[in-house]
């Protein structure tokens, strides 16, 4: 195997072919977030075998949202249901320049 071989796999032990991040690199520690200025989102492996899913208010500094699941496949779909119902809302309300920035990071 070369060194070309070798990158390629390390990255896919972290990415997933949709770019969310593995079982494994959240158990590493990693976190997945995506968000704006304004709000962001956050999927991770709590340490004590959960998977937990936040959302905060950046601006008025509070946590709108936390959601833990033992199953890492329910967290991710809290995780994108939450971040697509928040735009979808915003857009309804009139408020699209609050998300206008939303993006994954």
């Given at each position: 195997?070369?060194?070309e071989?070798?990158?390629?796999?390390?990255?896919?032990?972290?990415?997933?072919?949709?770019?969310?991040?593995?079982?494994?690199?959240?158990?590493?520690?990693?976190?997945?977030?995506?968000?704006?200025?304004?709000?962001?989102?956050?999927?991770?492996h709590?340490?004590?075998?959960?998977?937990?899913?936040?959302?905060?208010?950046?601006?008025?500094?509070?946590?709108?949202?936390?959601?833990?699941s033992?199953?890492?496949?329910?967290?991710?779909?809290?995780?994108?249901?939450?971040h697509?119902?928040?735009?979808t809302?915003?857009r309804?309300?009139?408020?699209?320049?609050?998300?206008?920035?939303?993006?994954?990071?």
């Amino acid at each position: 195997m070369n060194n070309e071989q070798r990158r390629v796999s390390m990255k896919d032990k972290f990415k997933n072919k949709n770019g969310s991040l593995t079982k494994y690199a959240l158990a590493c520690g990693y976190i997945e977030k995506m968000g704006s200025n304004n709000i962001s989102f956050e999927l991770y492996h709590n340490a004590g075998n959960s998977y937990d899913v936040r959302a905060f208010d950046n601006i008025n500094k509070k946590r709108l949202f936390w959601f833990s699941s033992e199953k890492l496949a329910i967290a991710r779909k809290i995780y994108r249901a939450k971040h697509n119902y928040l735009k979808t809302y915003q857009r309804l309300s009139g408020q699209e320049k609050f998300c206008s920035g939303l993006t994954e990071y």
